[in-house]
């Protein structure tokens, strides 16, 4: 017997908000990943789905688990904690892989790994430099 039948409407349609937020920003997030053209782009918007769509489908997990068994049941903020802790390694880690293939192909694109010195202050003796504001309350008036 299905025992989804048995819930109160009210953790129905709570369950049912949260299951839509999260999927929904799983949707945008692929939605990006298909459609920003480099990859430096594409690696931010599925983060938003492995995020904060996991975390709307946990927080629906948690509603239903909870009220079907009559107590808090948190066993799925494990997994969230989980896959809030390994997307951004993993994004990392792909980024900085990504950009050490870019400079080895010497993609104009790509930062330098050492930029140029600022020479501009040194080589113009003459500009003044700009004073710095103190914040601090000197008591004169």
Known sequence: MNQAADLPIW???LIALFLLIGAGLTLIGSFG???LRSFYDRIHAPTLGTSWG???IITASIIYFSVMES???LHQLLIGAFVIVTTPVTLILLSRAA???DRAKNDPGVPPLDPPNNTSEIS???KEPTPTHNNTHTGEV
């Open 11 to 13: 953790a129905a349609l």
């Open 33 to 35: 990943l298909y459609r």
């Open 54 to 56: 996991t975390a709307g």
């Open 71 to 73: 107590r808090l049941v």
């Open 99 to 101: 950009l050490y293939r």
């Open 124 to 126: 113009n003796p003459e």
